[in-house]
Nanobody
Framework: QVQLVESGGGLVQAGGSLRLSCAAS????????MGWFRQAPGKEREFVAA????????DYADSVKGRFTISRDNAKNTVYLQMNSLKPEDTAVYYC???????????????????WGQGTQVTVSS
């Protein structure tokens, strides 16, 4: 059974930085793309960033492009999200997820991911 555990969330002032981590166990981590999504109160879960199984391809939502960086370390079964220049509108619960399809390019849709972490809260104060 695949398990994903996020960490690194917290409270930060606007303009600050955070790095989220997602540690995976079970399954073959290096064979699957990984994604980060977020959900703010009263809103639907939305795509943030994704990375291919080998780390060679990435994709970002327009709202975070140039500020966030997704990366992975297959030796540590961990995916990261470096978040810089944070804005109050980045406030949300952030989830990591594993793509349901092995060896795929980065994908954006919630239904394309089959395993999810429990989420970590990110709060950006103005």
């Amino acid at each position: 059974q695949v398990q994903l555990v996020e960490s690194g969330g917290g409270l930060v002032q606007a303009g600050g930085s955070l790095r989220l981590s997602c540690a995976a166990s079970g399954g073959t981590f290096s064979a699957y793309g990984m994604g980060w999504f977020r959900q703010a109160p009263g809103k639907e879960r939305e795509f943030v960033a994704a990375i291919s199984w080998g780390g060679g391809s990435t994709d970002y939502a327009d709202s975070v492009k140039g500020r966030f960086t997704i990366s992975r370390d297959n030796a540590k079964n961990t995916v990261y999200l470096q978040m810089n220049s944070l804005k109050p509108e980045d406030t949300a619960v952030y989830y990591c997820a594993r793509d349901s399809l092995a060896y795929s390019a980065p994908r954006r849709r919630v239904y394309e991911y089959d395993y999810w972490g429990q989420g970590t809260q990110v709060t950006v104060s103005s």
